[in-house]
């Protein structure tokens, strides 16, 4: 797979998470964000202000998780079967996009 597709899939998952987090904490009194750092974020920049950095923050973190296989590549002189670094990239951004997916639909089942 491409990298901006992987990317893609990686930023609809945490957009989803991102925005199910900002409506359920906006529409519900009895729920309340339960990691730090987006807590932080949320009350230096206002909810969607804290919620857009941190989207941009994992994008790049993982991001450089999943390029990680090209520089492990080098650094054992080439010997990764080919498949690895291409493998890692879409091992990570896929399985990062997907539970980051599933949170936010973990989120808006709050509302029900």
Same mark, same amino acid.
Not at 22 to 29: A, E, G, I, K
Not at 52 to 74: F, H, M, N, P
């Given at each position: 797979m491409r990298? *901006?597709? %992987? #990317?893609? #899939?990686? &930023? *609809?998952?945490? @957009? &989803?998470d991102a925005v199910s987090? =900002?409506?359920?904490?906006?529409?519900? $009194?009895?729920v309340?964000?339960? =990691?730090?750092?987006?807590r *932080?974020?949320?009350?230096w &920049? @206002?909810?969607?202000?804290?919620?857009a950095?941190?989207? +941009?923050?994992? =994008?790049v973190? =993982? @991001?450089l998780l #999943?390029?990680?296989?090209? %520089?492990? $590549?080098r650094?054992?002189?080439?010997?990764?079967p080919?498949?690895?670094a291409?493998?890692?990239? #879409?091992?990570v951004?896929?399985g990062?996009a +997907?539970? !980051? @997916?599933?949170?936010?639909?973990?989120? !808006?089942?709050h %509302?029900l």
């Amino acid at each position: 797979m491409r990298r *901006a597709t %992987l #990317a893609g #899939a990686l &930023l *609809a998952g945490k @957009g &989803l998470d991102a925005v199910s987090t =900002v409506v359920v904490l906006r529409l519900s $009194d009895s729920v309340r964000e339960s =990691v730090p750092l987006s807590r *932080a974020l949320m009350a230096w &920049l @206002g909810p969607v202000g804290g919620m857009a950095l941190l989207t +941009a923050i994992t =994008v790049v973190v =993982v @991001g450089l998780l #999943a390029e990680s296989g090209v %520089l492990i $590549d080098r650094l054992v002189g080439g010997e990764t079967p080919e498949w690895y670094a291409p493998g890692l990239r #879409a091992t990570v951004y896929l399985g990062c996009a +997907a539970w !980051f @997916g599933l949170i936010g639909l973990w989120n !808006f089942s709050h %509302l029900l």
